[in-house]
């Protein structure tokens, strides 16, 4: 499975952006990660493509969103109010392996895209 991401870029705080992660074939939950300058990766957000509630960090909870588009292989994260501390690069994974739920835990994902840029600027 090939994940294309795009969308990044750069946005002033307070607004908003959109991401979008198309996939080349079918798997069993995508998730959003990202990886600020001289930080470690960290987990944003993720669903599965069966439906169900997605799954957030507690730092984007009620600002971000992530849905899909099941026909087009695409799943999505609108990003509002965005903070200064939302810079980042973004990356989208997909795990094949069917779970129970959806998980926050990078090496449970088995495919990964290239990440793409966020900028937040005051």
């Known amino acids: 499975v090939q994940l294309q991401a795009s969308g990044g870029g750069s946005v002033q705080a307070g607004g908003s952006l959109s991401l979008s992660c198309a996939a080349s074939?079918?798997?069993?939950?995508m998730g959003w990660f990202r990886q600020a300058p001289g930080k470690e990766r960290e987990f944003v957000a993720a669903?599965?493509?069966?439906?169900?509630?997605?799954y957030y960090a507690d730092s984007v909870k009620g600002r971000f969103f992530i849905s899909s588009d099941n026909a087009k292989n695409t799943v999505y994260l609108q990003m509002n109010s965005l903070k200064l501390e939302d810079t980042a690069v973004y990356y989208c994974?997909?795990?094949?392996?069917?779970?129970?739920?959806?998980?926050?835990?990078?090496?449970?994902?088995?495919?990964w895209g290239r990440g793409t840029l966020v900028t937040v600027s005051s």
């Open positions: 994974a997909a795990d094949d392996r069917q779970r129970i739920g959806v998980s926050s835990l990078e090496s449970l994902y088995n495919y």
């Open positions: 074939g079918r798997t069993f939950s």
């Open positions: 669903l599965k493509w069966s439906g169900g509630s997605p």
